[in-house]
């Protein structure tokens, strides 16, 4: 699992826009391991399934900013988006890439003080590919 990614550094584009007033983004690209023990195996061994992919997007609401990932979120009926996330915006050739993810709003929050925050939650409704040059 990938740790924080800081949109100093990083571009994340959804459905062709570029997310503004990123704070941090958090990608887990795991697989489930399924148990295939058998009887008389002196250790437990496993076998891969099915991939999953999940990327969290935290950034500073703007009322004036994008409201792409709000607006796919709430709506009534989802619909899976493309998206491109670019680690480090001055390497273009090693980026993230989904062709189909939905979004969720996980939460936006903030108090008098401070800046007005949110999280919202990117599921993969297609493969997911990490390319490199």
Do not use: C
Not at 15 to 25: L, R
Not at 67 to 74: H, K, P, Q, W
Not at 80 to 106: E, K, Q
């Amino acid at each position: 699992m990938a740790g924080p990614i800081k949109f100093r550094n990083a571009y994340l584009y959804w459905n062709g826009a570029f997310v503004t007033e990123g704070a941090g983004i958090s990608l887990k690209a795991d697989r489930e391991m399924i148990e295939d023990t058998s009887y008389g195996d002196t250790n437990k061994t496993y076998q891969p399934g099915f991939a999953d992919f999940a990327m969290t997007v935290k950034r500073h609401y703007d009322q004036s900013g994008f409201f792409g990932l709000e607006s796919d979120a709430i709506a009534n009926a989802p619909t899976a988006r493309a998206f491109y996330m670019y680690p480090d915006r001055g390497t273009t050739a090693d980026y993230w890439y989904g062709a189909g993810a939905y979004v969720s709003l996980d939460s936006q929050d903030g108090d008098m003080r401070g800046l007005w925050e949110e999280s919202y939650m990117i599921r993969a409704s297609a493969p997911v590919y990490h390319r490199t040059a």
